[in-house]
């Protein structure tokens, strides 16, 4: 079997093709798709407690520190004692970081609808099946 027909080389050709094409759109914003990411899984009204960030996400914390830390920087989010949990912090959003979510939202409607509008409703329900099923083969370690 050549690996161009193996399920695991085209779906992480296709994810490094998109990945490719929103840090090149992300640049363009002095961001990258990484904070992009991480800006549309916080919460914008409420925030979201850092803790839970990573797991939602399927990050690891060290990334995950990194990248809020560099957030923090550029002015995107800020941090604040969690009032239901006073070990906790929560992840807001600054008005750069909304603004800079709603652009990130956008992009990703325009890659959703952009692709739907070249294969059928149908191909992408079973891409989905497809894709779930692969996750949960995996989750319930029944490759390896």
């Keep these: 079997m050549q690996k161009e027909q193996t399920i695991d080389h085209v779906l992480r050709a ?3 093709a998109v990945a490719k094409m929103y840090n090149e759109k992300a640049l ?3 961001s ?11 919460d914008k009204e409420n925030g ?7 797991p939602k996400m399927g990050m690891e914390p060290t990334s995950l520190s990194r990248i809020l830390k560099n957030m923090e920087d550029k002015g995107a989010i800020y941090r ?3 009032p239901k949990d006073g070990r906790g912090v929560l992840i807001k959003l600054t008005d750069f970081g909304k603004e ?3 652009i990130s939202k956008q992009h990703v409607i ?3 609808e952009t692709v739907k509008k070249h294969i059928s409703e149908e191909k992408i329900k079973h891409f989905f099946e497809v894709t ?6 995996i989750n319930d370690k029944k490759i390896f």
């Design 32 to 42: 990258t798709m990484a904070i992009a990411f991480v800006l549309l899984n916080i």
């Design 14 to 16: 296709t994810w490094q």
């Design 28 to 30: 363009e914003f002095d």
């Design 110 to 112: 325009t890659f959703n």
């Design 80 to 82: 604040e004692k969690n």
């Design 48 to 54: 979201t407690p850092s803790t839970a960030l990573g």
């Design 100 to 102: 800079t979510r709603k």
């Design 132 to 137: 779930q099923t692969i996750t949960k083969l």
